[in-house]
């Protein structure tokens, strides 16, 4: 799985604050407790304090220590039974005091062995959601709330089928895609007319993939092909978001997701970087989801030959049609 470095710093950032934060709450907690019922500050100096003093004491003197250790953990234990007493007694939570990590799976570090916690994750996915939302609706345009009431039943002559039905169909097949999301998914190409939902499919998807934990970016064809430009041919903004760090986010991310593939100027520089992306990912084994107002055979001709063979040969097709839903909401 890919991660996105500047969401996982933002996710880091706020995992350890949220840490610091639950400490300093807990300690005043305790502090205050502490002062309520002075014998549990008696028992915090014991615990620390004696505990191993007669221990140390055999193993200086060279006598079998076993006895002190196992008189040690009787009294550490009666101690720590008195003390959940005295917390429950208190109104307090009867493991307060004990220093036991929130997650013990990482023990509060935000990683394992095996990578980045599923706690830690969390962070990661609440991030992205915020980045993603700042694109696309995600509060209100999700699987559940996909009408289809707004896509006509008659069949179109030459096609056969009614946009409803069409529709149903994409909208299974999506639906499906983004619930078994992985490196193996393949690709998908939104060609049709303007508002038909091609937009609101693709904030579903996002939805989903990103909530299982995958790196999910969504960008319009025209602010992708921008931020290249920026990179290649030096900074207008030095202050705005690296460009650098962009254009990784386009290429290494899990799912890519270009909107409105056509709406930019198509230059020989936003031809050559198209191939990049959808070249680059391919190669790499990571799903791309492109939406155009372009039919197939015009990506062939606007962009290149070679392009169109890739979605061709390695994305699958889906065709949307039907009368303009944004007038009529
Ligand atoms: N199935 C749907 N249910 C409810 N609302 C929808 C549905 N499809 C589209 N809409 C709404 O219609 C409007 C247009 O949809 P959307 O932006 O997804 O169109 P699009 O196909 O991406 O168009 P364009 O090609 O112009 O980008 C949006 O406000 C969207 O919320
Ligand atoms: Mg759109
Ligand atoms: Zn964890």
């Known amino acids: 799985m890919a991660y996105d470095s500047r969401i996982m710093r933002a996710a880091l950032e706020q995992y350890q604050a949220d840490l610091t934060a639950r400490k300093a709450e807990r300690q005043r907690r305790i502090d205050a407790l502490c002062q309520q019922v002075p014998r549990l500050a008696e028992i915090q100096r014991e615990l620390r304090g004696t505990a191993g003093r007669a221990v140390a004491a055999a193993f200086r003197k060279g006598v079998d220590p ?62 992205q959601n915020r980045e993603l939302s700042k694109m696309l609706d995600l509060g209100s345009q999700s699987f559940d709330t996909f009408q289809f009431s707004y896509y006509d039943d008659a069949p179109w002559r030459e096609l056969g089928i009614s946009p409803r039905q069409a529709m149903e169909k994409i909208y299974d097949e999506c639906r499906d895609y983004a619930m078994e999301f992985g490196p193996h998914s393949g690709n998908l190409l939104f060609s049709g007319a303007p508002g038909l939902g091609k937009t609101f499919l693709s904030a579903c998807i ?96 606007r962009y290149s030959p070679a392009i169109l063979s890739r979605i061709q040969g390695s994305y699958q097709i889906k065709v949307f049609f039907g009368r303009d839903i944004r007038g009529r909401r």
């Open 66 to 127: 076993v006895p002190a250790i196992q008189a040690l953990s009787r009294q550490n234990l009666a101690l720590q039974r008195e003390r959940a007493e005295l917390l429950v007694e208190a109104g307090a939570p009867y493991d307060l005091m004990n220093s036991e990590p929130a997650c013990p799976s990482c023990r509060d570090t935000g990683f394992t062995q095996e990578g980045p916690c599923a706690c830690l994750m969390a962070y990661y996915t609440k991030e």
């Open 206 to 301: 996002a939805r989903e993939v990103s909530g299982a934990g995958f790196s999910v970016v969504y960008d319009t064809a025209g602010h992708i092909f921008a931020q290249f430009e920026r990179e290649k041919f030096g900074r207008e903004a030095p202050y705005e978001e690296d460009a650098g760090t962009e254009v990784n986010r386009y290429l290494n991310c899990d799912l890519l997701i270009l909107d409105d593939l056509g709406s930019e100027m198509t230059t020989i520089f936003v031809q050559s970087v198209l191939y990049q992306i959808v070249n680059g990912r391919l190669l790499a084994g990571r799903q791309t989801i492109i939406s155009t107002n372009l039919r197939p055979q015009e990506i062939g001709e």
